[in-house]
Each structure stands twice: as C-alpha cells, then as structure tokens.
C-alpha cells in the first residue's frame, strides 16, 4: 500500500496519521523544497507523486484567516529505492552498496506557513532529516609498501541536512507563475566509535556543505483547454568544506575527497545543472483522449530528453496509453549524464484500469 492512513477534519483545520505522501511546494513535480518523502528511481521520469514512497507519518494542519500551519512529525528515517543490477537501467550500479554506518536518529520533523497575498500565495517551509541517499562517510586506510601509496575502502553513511524553502504561485494576466527556492546546509553527524574495538586504520570523513535549488515555472492555458508549461531548474553548490581524520588521534591527514552529490532535493538536479523542460498536456473528445508532450534541454552542457504520450478512454475506468521516451546525449563525452541515458530510451504501451 502505498498510502494508508486515518483523517480527521475538525473545524478548525486536519489531522493526518499513518503511512502518508505529503506534498509541499508550488510548482508542478519538481519541488526542490518537498523532501519529506523519499523518491523511487524506477520512477523517475513520472510526473507528481507517482515517484514517491510513503513514510509512516503524523501532520496536522491549521487554519487561521487566509493561512494555514502545517506541521510533520516522521518517527521513522526511510531512504530512496534506487535501481541496483537493472540492465535496462544505464544509472544502476550492479550491487546495493553496504551501509557501514545507517540513520541512528530517525526522528524528522518538518513546517510550512502558507498564505494569501493579494492575488498571490506564498509559503516558507523548514525541513530536518537525513539524506535520502548514501555518501562517504568514513574510511579504511591502509597504505602499499611500495610508495607509501594510500588504499581507500570507502564506508558509506547519511548525513544530515537543514533545508529552508519559500514558495509562491502569482499571476499576470492569463500566465500563472509559480517558483520555488531551498537552501540545503548538509552536514556528516559525529560517528560514535568504540575507541577499544575501532581499527587503528579507521579515518572520519566530515563534510559541511551549503546547496541552493530552485525552480521558476510559467503556465498558460489556451482556449481550447491546453495547458503549456515552462520549468526553468537550476542547482548550485554556496560552500563545501571536507576533512579526514583519525578516528583515535583527532589527527588531520590530506586525502582526497569524492565529487560532492546531493542527497536531498529535486531529482532532476542529478541530471544538470542548468535545465529547462517545456510540457504540454490537452483532452479531446469529451476528456477520454488525453495528450502530453515534454522536452528536457541541459543547458549547462549538450543533452536532452523528449517524452510523448497518448492516452485513450474507451470504456469508463479504462485507459489504454502509449508513451514514448527519447534521450540524446553528446557523443564526444561518454560521461554525459544524457549520453548514458540514450540506451533508456523506450516505447512502452499500458492498460489501465481504475477502481
């Protein structure tokens, strides 16, 4: 079951309790200031919370005047399910690594104010948990006789993240602007090491990093009910700082330190740091046939991505749906994210039944 949870509505406002997707933010899909769930890579490229994981929740709601708090309280850390050993799938890698060191506070909690000004809605939110994804956090040293050359086994663990987000949805004239904006302080927890059992060759890895996401969206609905859609998405690294040390000495050695790979935040970062991805979405025929396009550009480096679906209701409750995907990378850089991707391109047919 992917939701399954108890609500109650009082007059005053909501209260949720059980394994729920919550959804925060403005802007359609990619929301860099919605982290509460984690994500499911076999999802990826659907839109909305089709790539979402549930989380054993509570949340509670409150209305006042023309605003509303919300708060989430998860009492247990899940993390994102990625593809491991899926040929189909050019970005798996073939095991699922070990996690030497996992979540021991599980507890997340997060808020979000909401309000109307004007003709414009705004929200900030603040968000405390783990990353979704593994990353280095300590490491075996053992060095070869010969040149004193240093061997790394990396230890993977999770560090923890303070996010700060605001968001909005205004409009001028027929266009509606929504926008998004998260501020990501990551930073590696303090092992607690055994010092009698701790190997001699065990080194600390910390890490405190600054990221900033943000996402811009223009939409327009034309007269015959199309809506078309514009995102412009975009990531940055403020400030990064990294230090290996011994485990038992505190002593500080120079050793190298890996790329630095968000683990929290829109999934789409992973793929550039610049994008622009335009979208379109109609319904003919009294709503049973249903058409959407949607094109990803990179425009940090060469690459994009071009889906387009058809949709058709020929019975209530039934869908039949054909859906094609088309990635095209750049030939003279092999390590292009979108030239990995180029064998992920596919054709795919559905039957959908709703009940």
Request: glycine share 8%; proline share 5%; no cysteine.
């Amino acid at each position: 079951l992917r939701e399954a949870y108890l609500a109650y509505y009082p007059e005053w406002g909501e209260i949720k309790l059980g394994k729920q997707i919550h959804a925060w933010g403005s802007v359609d899909g990619n929301n860099p200031t919605d982290n509460l769930n984690p994500y499911d890579y076999y999802y990826l490229f659907r839109v909305g919370e089709g790539r979402k994981i549930g989380v054993i929740s509570f949340s509670t709601k409150l209305y006042f005047g023309n605003a509303n708090l919300e708060g989430v309280i998860i009492p247990k850390y899940e993390k994102n399910r990625f593809p491991y050993g899926e040929k189909d799938f050019p970005l798996s890698i073939p095991t699922e690594p070990k996690i030497k060191y996992p979540v021991e506070n599980e507890y997340e909690f997060g808020f979000r104010l909401q309000t109307t000004l004007g003709e414009s809605d705004i929200g900030l939110s603040l968000f405390r948990g783990s990353d979704r994804a593994p990353s280095l956090r300590a490491g075996n040293i053992t060095y070869e006789v010969e040149g004193g050359i240093a061997q790394i086994e990396p230890l993977l663990g999770y560090r923890e993240t303070l996010v700060t987000g605001l968001d909005f949805v205004t409009f001028i004239g027929d266009l509606t602007l929504r926008g998004e904006a998260a501020h990501f302080r990551s930073r590696s927890p303090i092992l607690k090491l055994n010092l009698f059992k701790t190997p001699l060759s065990l080194y600390e890895f910390q890490q405190d990093i600054t990221y900033s996401q943000y996402v811009l969206q223009v939409e327009y609905t034309t007269n015959s009910d199309i809506i078309l859609s514009g995102q412009l998405i975009g990531n940055s690294v403020l400030d990064e700082a990294y230090e290996w040390y011994h485990s038992s000495s505190i002593e500080y050695v120079d050793f190298p330190s890996p790329e630095f790979q968000p683990g929290m935040g829109n999934p789409i970062a992973m793929f550039s740091e610049l994008a622009l991805l335009l979208s379109s979405t109609g319904v003919l025929m009294d709503d049973r046939l249903e058409l959407k396009s949607n094109i990803m550009a990179n425009l940090d480096e060469k690459g994009n991505m071009f889906s387009a679906s058809i949709g058709y209701s020929p019975w209530i409750n039934w869908k039949l749906e054909t859906i094609i995907t088309k990635f095209n990378g750049d030939k003279d850089d092999l390590d292009n994210t979108f030239t990995i991707m180029e064998d992920f391109s596919n054709l795919s047919f559905n039957i959908i039944y709703n009940f």
